[in-house]
């Protein structure tokens, strides 16, 4: 008797042991396993395309009261020379706008509107100009009197 006594002792402490195991191991249902420590997940929101219409200026002029504004409207771009203080505006470029279709960096080619810059005296002589967007900044290259120069514009 007490070795069947002994035997069933035996098998209940194994039969405990088993369920204790079970259950550390056991999966909750969002499939991460009961006991473990569960991380807060949260995810980061999809990144969305640069809306770029509106009004952008130079932010890299080494005057307060001489700078470049680009004007973006639809699929147009626009850019004026803005002196005296914004009192003068030359139109610069007037060409095309590729709106971006995916998140990100991007560049695009804008093909000039000679209609409108025909007789604009200080306008780009360029057919085409290639304009980048970055990090919430557009840039492009001007030249004037065989002098390049990097134009930055910011909202």
């Known amino acids: ?19 204790m195991l079970a259950g550390c191991s ?12 569960t991380a807060s997940v949260t995810e980061a929101p999809a990144p969305s395309v640069a809306d770029l219409s509106g009004e952008w200026k130079q932010t890299n002029s080494q005057s307060e009261d001489n700078y470049q504004v680009a004007t973006i409207t639809g699929d147009t771009l626009e850019i004026n020379w803005v002196t005296d203080n914004g009192d003068t505006r030359s139109l610069y470029w ?9 998140p990100g960096s991007f ?4 093909a000039i509107d000679t209609a409108k810059t025909e007789f604009a005296m200080l306008a780009s002589g ?4 290639t304009f980048a967007y970055d990090d919430g ?9 065989g002098t390049t120069m990097t134009v930055r514009l910011g909202r």
Request: hydrophobic letters at 45%.
């Open 126 to 129: 360029d057919l085409t100009k």
């Open 26 to 37: 056991a999966q909750a249902p969002d499939g991460v396993p009961a006991g473990s420590p």
């Open 107 to 110: 560049e695009w080619v804008s």
């Open 137 to 145: 900044e557009i840039t492009y290259e001007v030249s004037a009197l």
């Open 1 to 19: 008797m007490k070795r069947s006594r002994t035997s069933m002792l035996s098998i209940v402490a194994l039969a405990v042991a088993g369920l």
């Open 94 to 102: 007037a060409g095309t706008f590729e709106a971006p279709t995916v």
